[in-house]
């Protein structure tokens, strides 16, 4: 089977901070997971460029929105790159293969008689780039999101009969209880759908940063329609003269943040059916990360300008480090807060600590007292029946996206084997010959359990994780087991994986 997933696209007026590099990181997670695995995998990210917003920043900075969407765009592919994301493909809403395929997409919405002309009046909120209904405004007609006033508007526009797939989408929350997850998610996607849908619009008139709409040119597409279908059209020109659709088209996950959950749990799988194309497996949905903003925990964003800069965290501890510290600080799926002391101190107590110094004392004692094999050896059946069906069980918590509960797993072992260090401090064993066969069989454990908890961290740590498998002479990502033997051969010394 097919595994793809998606990053939600990025707008390009505010510079990337930690909320999006979060996003991203759990993506790469379930892609390197999933590759691991023997999947053919397609992993999706990119930047979503058209809309006012981006009018209105470049007018602010005295350039053309062109000009404007190059640059940042830029800063998103940087960090991607920084983040050693594994991405295959990153998509620009302002590629040309983008743009006709959404017009040749939404003709046949339209063709099909989903879509009809009207007028719109409402809230608006420019930032969200979304009409507000009754419930959604704050006080003094502002956005509850981004605290500015919201402006009454007024204007001709194309509609999407969403009220008409009221129906259609309960049968799918009905039949697919895992369609949204978690189920905190689900259930809030199932109370906007019990609030009754109504049509929303398709086309703006008095916009021309957008993809014009073929059968009224005057109008662009609403930038919310343009940016959900990117995962569609990517699959059409990401790769030269090939059409991967068919390969990886429904998305295995769509990972959002809880802001966009109303687009992609209602709006994409009403338009994907209109469109006659299947939806999604599953839209998983995540909380926020939380930091101080006048002495409240909020939302970390731009407009708050509470945020932290993953840049700066990369340059000093590199990328693994930062990718450990999100999931590990904070529920994946729940809201949470972040902050540079948070990060140092997991940095020292979990990653130089227990993870890093845990792969030093092992290869160390392999040297001294193993001639730095690992023993041709049976193995320690009690620490083996500690491992056992872990893997299965990292697997099915990935399945489900639960990163920090499979993290958590993970993590558990590599406890374990520090604990078993001390239990069978294999530094007395070594003063005592008699014992040499003991001793082998320790440290051939010790090493088998270190490469299992590593191939498993390598998602998590791709970088540091192969940095340890090559030392250890074990390089392959499948062999997802304990074994009853230790492999039989050489190690070799490495630097500290993560230096205090
Ligand atoms: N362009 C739209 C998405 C279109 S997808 C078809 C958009 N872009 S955004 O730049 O505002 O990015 C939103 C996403 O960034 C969130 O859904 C979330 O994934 C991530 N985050 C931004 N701030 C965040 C936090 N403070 N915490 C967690 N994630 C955050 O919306």
Same mark, same amino acid.
């Given at each position: 089977m097919s595994f793809y997933v998606t990053t939600p696209i990025y707008y390009v007026n505010a510079a990337p901070h930690l909320g999006h590099a979060y996003t991203s990181i759990a993506c790469d997670v379930l892609a390197r997971h999933a590759r691991a695995a023997g999947e053919d995998t397609f992993f999706l990210t990119g930047t979503d460029e058209h809309g006012e917003p981006v009018v209105l920043a470049a007018e602010r900075d005295g350039i053309s929105p062109r000009e404007l969407v190059d640059t940042n765009s830029e800063r998103f592919r940087a960090l991607s790159d920084l983040l050693e994301l594994s991405n295959d493909f990153f998509i620009r809403t302002t590629d040309a293969g983008h743009i006709t395929r959404v017009q040749a997409i939404l003709q046949r919405v339209h063709d099909s008689g989903h879509v009809y002309r009207g007028t719109y009046e409402g809230w608006y909120c420019p930032r969200c780039a979304d009409f507000k209904s009754e419930s959604e405004i704050g006080p003094e007609? /502002?956005?509850?999101? @981004? @605290?500015i006033p919201l402006r009454w508007e007024s204007e001709e526009n194309w509609f999407f009969?969403?009220? /008409?797939?009221q129906e259609p989408l309960e049968r799918l929350f009905d039949e697919r209880p *895992?369609?949204?997850?978690p189920r905190h998610a689900y259930n809030e996607a199932r109370s906007f759908l019990a609030q009754g849908l109504q049509d929303v619009s398709l086309s703006r008139a008095k916009l021309s940063w957008g993809v014009p709409v073929p059968w009224e040119p005057d109008h662009v597409f609403y930038v919310w329609f343009d940016a959900l279908l990117n995962y569609v059209t990517a699959l059409g020109y990401?790769?030269?003269?090939? *059409?991967l659709t068919a390969r990886?088209?429904?998305? /295995?996950f769509h990972v959002i943040g809880k802001d966009i959950l109303k687009f992609h749990t209602i709006y994409w799988p009403a338009l994907l059916m209109a469109a006659e194309l299947a939806v999604p497996r599953h839209v998983f949905v995540h909380g926020f990360l939380l930091s101080p903003h006048d002495g409240e925990l909020e939302k970390m964003s731009k407009s708050r300008g509470n945020v932290l800069d993953p840049f700066a965290i990369i340059e000093e501890f590199g990328p693994d480090a930062l990718r450990h510290y999100l999931f590990r600080e904070v529920t994946f799926g729940a809201d949470g807060p972040v902050s540079l002391e948070g990060f140092r101190s997991r940095y020292d107590t979990e990653l130089a600590n227990e993870y890093g110094n845990l792969a030093s004392r092992t290869l160390n004692m392999l040297e001294r007292y193993c001639e730095g094999r690992v023993a041709a050896v049976a193995l320690d059946s009690e620490l083996a029946g500690d491992f056992a069906g872990l893997g299965a069980r990292v697997d099915e918590l990935l399945a489900r996206a639960e990163l920090s509960a499979a993290l958590e797993e993970i993590w558990q072992r590599v406890r374990r084997l520090n604990r078993y260090v001390e239990e069978r401090a294999p530094w007395q064993l070594a003063k005592?010959?008699?014992?040499a066969a003991e001793l082998e069989r320790v440290l051939a454990s010790l090493a088998e359990g270190l490469r299992l908890v590593t191939v498993l961290l390598h998602p998590f740590l791709p970088g540091k994780s192969v940095e340890l498998l090559d030392a250890l002479g074990r390089p392959e990502l499948g062999a997802r087991e304990f074994a009853g033997e230790g492999w039989g051969g050489p190690v070799s010394a490495i630097a500290p994986l993560f230096p205090k």
């Open positions: 007609n /502002t956005c509850p999101i @981004h @605290h009969r969403l009220s /008409t797939f *895992d369609f949204v997850l990401a790769r030269e003269g090939e *059409d990886f088209w429904p998305a /295995t005592q010959p008699e014992r």
